[in-house]
């Protein structure tokens, strides 16, 4: 596989979860995306990089962006992690957000996260309280699967975490 580099931005844990997951089964370091700087980025051949979904926004994506010129041309992979449940639509969506030009073409996988109200920061929970409030007055036929997924956690912990969400990096690796 050659030497790789998994960065991650993670506030509250998932997708710190996902990078041990995937360190065990690559051997590749696990290191903060955000104190990766170019001595970090420029030796390995293969990053990729595991960050959390916050208001549709992928953690850690600054770091690709403001080190571009050193990335292009490596093997560069996306982990987002985010409450949602898994749909070709949401992830389709959520590239189109984060791997704008000259990212485009990086590949973006998706896995589960953790939805946990009560160890979010107070500005985290008082925009997560406001968004399930919003969502709990749709009726339940007119709501996305996401949204279903907000009801139901409601004030409890969900963790949709699993390492099979992994399976389609690892393929990635092999295949590239
Ligand atoms: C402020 C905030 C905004 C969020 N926005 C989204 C979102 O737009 N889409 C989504 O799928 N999950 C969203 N989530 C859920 C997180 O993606 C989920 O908690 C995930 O586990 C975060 O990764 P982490 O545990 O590594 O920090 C949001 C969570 C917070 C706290």
Redesign the pocket.
């Known amino acids: 596989m050659g030497q790789g580099l998994i960065l991650?931005?993670?506030?509250?844990?998932?997708?710190?979860?996902?990078a041990g997951w995937l360190k065990e089964k690559t051997g590749f370091p696990v290191l903060e995306a955000k104190q990766a700087g170019r001595e970090q980025l420029a030796q390995p051949d293969t990053i990729i990089l595991?960050?959390?979904?916050?208001?549709?926004?992928i953690?850690g994506m600054g770091v690709l962006r403001k080190h571009w010129e050193l990335l292009d041309g490596k093997k560069l992979a996306v982990f987002?992690?985010?409450?949602?449940p898994y749909e070709e639509g949401?992830l389709t969506l959520?590239k189109q957000r984060n791997l704008r030009p000259p990212m485009e073409q990086v590949p973006c996988f998706y896995g589960?996260?953790?939805?946990?109200l009560q160890v979010?920061?107070l500005?985290?929970?008082t925009?997560?309280k406001l968004?399930q409030k919003s969502v709990a007055k749709k009726p339940e036929g007119e709501c996305q699967s996401?949204e279903l997924a907000l009801r139901q956690a409601g004030e409890n912990r969900a963790d949709?975490?699993h390492p099979d969400y992994l399976q389609p990096v690892l393929e990635w690796l092999e295949k590239n």
Not at 50 to 57: C, D, K, P, T
Not at 112 to 116: L, Y
């Open positions: 991650v931005h993670s506030k509250y844990g998932a997708a710190q979860k996902y595991m960050g959390g979904v916050y208001a549709s926004g953690g987002a992690v985010g409450a949602s949401n959520l589960r996260g953790i939805w946990d979010m920061s500005v985290d929970r925009m997560c968004l996401w949709w975490t």
